[in-house]
Structure formats: C-alpha cells, structure tokens
C-alpha cells in the first residue's frame, strides 16, 4: 500500500537526446530571451563559440570563466557583463563550475538561463545557489536559480576523459541513493532513484571500456538525469563529500565518488528498505561494498588521500562536517564521523 506523501517538483523545461544543442536558439526564443551571452570555462569555449555562430545576428559573447570553482571574482565579472551589455538573459555551457555559476547569477539577478549540460553532475536541477570561498561565501537556495531550459545532448559529452566521466557518473550515483532513505522521498522519488541506480551501475563501466561509445554515454546521461531530476534529502554522505571538498579543494566528483560506499555501509542496518533496492539495482549483495567494487572496476580514486588530503585532517574534518546540520537514517557522532572519513581517506573497503 502506497502511504502519504509530497512530492513538488520546479523541474525545468527539458531536451534530451542527440543533437538537441542545435535547439538552443529555439529556446533562446520561448523564454523571450533576445540579448544573451555564455558562460563556460575554458574547455568549453569551443562549443560556446559553435552555439554563439549558430545565432547570427544576436551579438551573443562568450564570458570564460577565469578562475576554479565558483569564485566571487567571476559572479562580479558575470553580472556586470550582464549590465553592460543590457542581457535579459544567458547560457551557461558545461559542467558544475558553469552551471553552479549560472545558478547563482540567475538567482541574483532574475535572468533567465539555458544550460547545456556536459558532465553528469546534476547541479542544473538543484535550486541551491553558492559562490565565493570562506568568509567571502554567499549562498541561498531559490528557484530562480533552476534554468529556464536544460539540455542533454550525449554528442557533447563524448570529449569527457574516461575518468572524469567515471567520478562525474558516481556523483550522479550519490544523488540517487542517498534519495533512496531520504527523510522527504516519495513513492515517485524511490522508483526513479533505483532506476538512475541501476542506469549508472551498468552503463558507466561502458563508457569507462569504450569513452566513444554514444549508446552508453546516451544511458549514463539519462540517469544522471534521472538521479538529478528525482531526488529527496541527502544524508551523511553529501555532509561529508560537499563540506570536505569544499575545506580541502578537493575534486567535486572525485570526492563523492570516494565518500559514497563508505557513507551507504555505515547507513546499511538502518535504512535496510533503501539497501535492498541499491542491491537489486546493482545486482549485489551488500550496496557499499557494491559501490566500492564499482568505483575499482571503473579504475578511479578510492580514497581522499588519492585526491590530496592529508591524513592530519582528519580530526579537523570531523569537526566542520559535525558543526554542520543534515538529515540520516542512523544517528552521526563525531566519533562515527571521524571513522568514516578515516575509512575514506584510506581508501580500503568500507568495514561497519
């Protein structure tokens, strides 16, 4: 029997497939979008410059963003631009770095954005917003920052190193089990989270095998979608992941990637309903371990010391992921948090 729930969803307009960048334009033209410029960083300057060619006569600039990560810097630069040039609107091109600064431009200046989707991250269909690092860091949450229109186009993904894809997919694989005990899921969330589990389990070895293969890109793009589109409240394992990367400058998927067996082992007797569907997503016997097991066949970092964090952290990490407030399924001490990020850093497979 189906129990009471709620379920919102300010999902943005969405175009998935092969070729559906050409739409850009068209998209441009339903949001009355007529003077509009790019975002991207520098790997996406060619594309950016393809798309500002396929609308001749808009005057469309591109705007590079200079700097790592999402700096106050680069929002200053964006919204004078915007200013300058009278925008009433954008496109933002790429992965989290554009797509994170779009969304705090749009929910700071009520322009409206077209995201071309690159990675799977699935930041485009969070409405959080941040920016800045420290005591400089501004952050909110409004769906003003969820695009207008959001695009996948598998073709564009293809340049993605097998590596990238591969953290950038187990990313998209946190979202979807930590959905699966969220405190606010829903019966529609659980479905489509352990579709995305599934989705990304078989289709990112693929890719990783053979990067050029547009049929596994075009799956692991549709469930990274999936995993981004249906998802409930995170847990322990994005406290952990979001507050460590951020402290230590760590890679964004990177440390999902490592942080997600450990975080799902420790959470595995308390959210058992959660685990038998991540198992039978994954045709495991236990989901962590599962996980871990997928993170070595797909040849990436299991552990935080791979991605340059020092074991003298530790303690210190404990304290900032403690300090902070998230929901779980088993109750988190410091003593467990300094366990799991002990366990993280090592890189073993998870033991709770």
Partial sequence: ?????????????????????????????????????????????????????????????????SNQGISSEDFERATEHAKKTNANGFIAVGGGTPIGMGKSVAANTGLRCVAVVTTYSGSEMASNWTYGKGKDAKNGNSLAALPATAIYDPDLTLGLPARTSAQSGMNAMAHAVESLYGADRSPAVETLAEAAVRQLGSSLPR?????????????????????????AQVGVEH??????????????????????????????????Y????????????????????????????TGLKDLGMKQSDIEAAADFVAATRFANPRPVSRADLVELITQAYHGAPPRF
């Avoid at 890719?207 to 998802?231: E, H, K, S």
Wanted: some cysteine; glycine content about 8%.
């Fill in 1 to 65: 029997m189906i129990d009471r729930f709620v379920f919102q969803s300010p999902a943005p307009r969405v175009l998935f497939g092969r070729g559906t960048v050409t739409a850009v334009t068209k998209e441009l033209d339903l949001h009355k979008i007529s003077r509009a410029f790019i975002l991207c960083t520098g790997s996406g300057v060619e594309l950016s410059r393809r798309i500002a060619a396929s609308a001749p006569g808009r005057g469309i600039e591109v705007l590079r963003l």
């Fill in 274 to 301: 959660a685990m038998e569907k991540m198992e039978r997503a994954l045709s495991v016997k236990d989901a962590g371990l599962g996980l871990y097991d997928l993170n070595v066949r797909l040849g990436i970092p």
């Fill in 239 to 272: 406290a952990i992941a979001q507050k460590v990367r951020q402290r230590y400058g760590l890679s964004h998927a990177g440390t999902h990637a490592v942080v997600v067996p450990y975080a799902i082992a420790f959470n595995r007797n308390a959210a058992r």
């Fill in 207 to 231: 890719v990783v095998a053979q990067p050029d293969d547009i049929d596994a890109r075009t799956d692991t793009l549709y469930g990274a979608w999936l995993a981004a589109a249906f998802r």
